[in-house]
């Protein structure tokens, strides 16, 4: 009985094919961008989610400029379920500019749409202006 070594160990040879399939779907992935691999469900810009949002949060956060340090940048997220805020995460040290950040969202009237839970991103800045203006301003978080 003439044998080859593959059928003496089937595990062995298992797992050549098994590494042979993975170099070579690994290989094809490669040249495809990230995009095509990832799908990101559920985010959402806070103008569409929230149309007024930027100007209503701008009036609401007035008093939070008091607090924050200017010019300063804080990131907010929340979570958005038909017209449910939720989870509203600001990225700041202050501990009342983090409330009042958090009040003011989730004061604003949004609307995700559907069925689906959005993440909503975007940034406050804090800027300070001649003639003591003061000004919140929210927009898209920018692409890092």
Request: hydrophobic letters at 45%; one cysteine or more.
């Amino acid at each position: 009985m003439n044998t080859t070594r593959l059928t003496q160990r089937p595990w062995t040879a298992l797992a050549a094919i098994a590494a042979t399939l993975l170099v070579a779907s690994h290989g094809a992935s490669a040249a495809e961008p990230a995009s095509a691999r990832v799908d990101v469900i559920g985010q959402m810009s806070l103008r569409e989610a929230c149309p007024s949002g930027d100007a209503d949060l701008a009036e609401a956060l007035a008093g939070a400029w008091d607090d924050a340090a200017k010019p300063s940048t804080v990131a907010v997220t929340f979570e958005l379920h038909r017209q449910s805020v939720y989870d509203v995460a600001p990225q700041t040290d202050s501990a009342r500019a983090l409330h009042r950040i958090r009040r003011a969202v989730q004061g604003l009237h949004c609307d995700g749409g559907d069925d689906a839970t959005h993440t909503v991103r975007f940034v406050v800045r804090f800027v300070d202006r001649p003639q003591g203006a003061r000004v919140a301003m929210a927009t898209a978080p920018s692409a890092q």
